[in-house]
């Protein structure tokens, strides 16, 4: 008996619980530690909605960041590359998720408040990398780098 898609899943079930895999929807989603609960959308997706779809043969779930004609621009929130996504490839939209046997709703209002704040900060979060990634290349010119990092794992040691 082979396995069921997600597709399946939601069609028979009209719901879909799974435990995450991946990074790109941290900080606020965590692999191994949250379950999420999906359900087929009852209309188009919102600004703001996480959607689960399919990219090739792999699902993906990322946040709504614009919703336009016939497609989405999404992104996770661990991820600094958005992309458009048609209306066909959405299967689902998350509903709630579940951490430490608590269930939290995307209606709620704190989880809402993240999401806006989350996808406002963006900004200053590229900035970081960049700052990080140009103060790296910078130390690694210098021939110091490597200095630095280990003097900085003597002191995690």
Request: aromatic share 10%; proline share 4%; glycine share 6%.
């Amino acid at each position: 008996m082979s396995e069921l898609t997600f597709e399946e899943i939601l069609a028979r079930d009209g719901v879909l619980a799974y435990m995450i895999r991946g990074i790109s929807m941290e900080p606020m989603l965590r692999q191994g530690r949250d379950l999420v609960v999906i359900r087929v959308p009852s209309s188009r997706l919102k600004k703001y909605d996480t959607a689960l779809y399919r990219r090739g043969d792999s699902y993906v779930l990322h946040r709504v960041l614009a919703v336009k004609d016939g497609y989405y621009l999404i992104r996770g929130d661990n991820t600094y590359v958005p992309e458009t996504v048609p209306d066909s490839a959405v299967i689902g939209v998350l509903t709630s998720f579940r951490r430490k046997g608590k269930e939290i709703s995307a209606d709620d209002p704190a989880y809402r408040f993240y999401a806006r704040f989350w996808h406002a900060i963006y900004p200053l979060r590229v900035l970081r990398i960049r700052f990080r990634r140009s103060a790296a290349a910078a130390l690694r010119k210098l021939g110091v780098l490597p200095i630095i990092k280990k003097i900085l794992s003597k002191d995690g040691a």
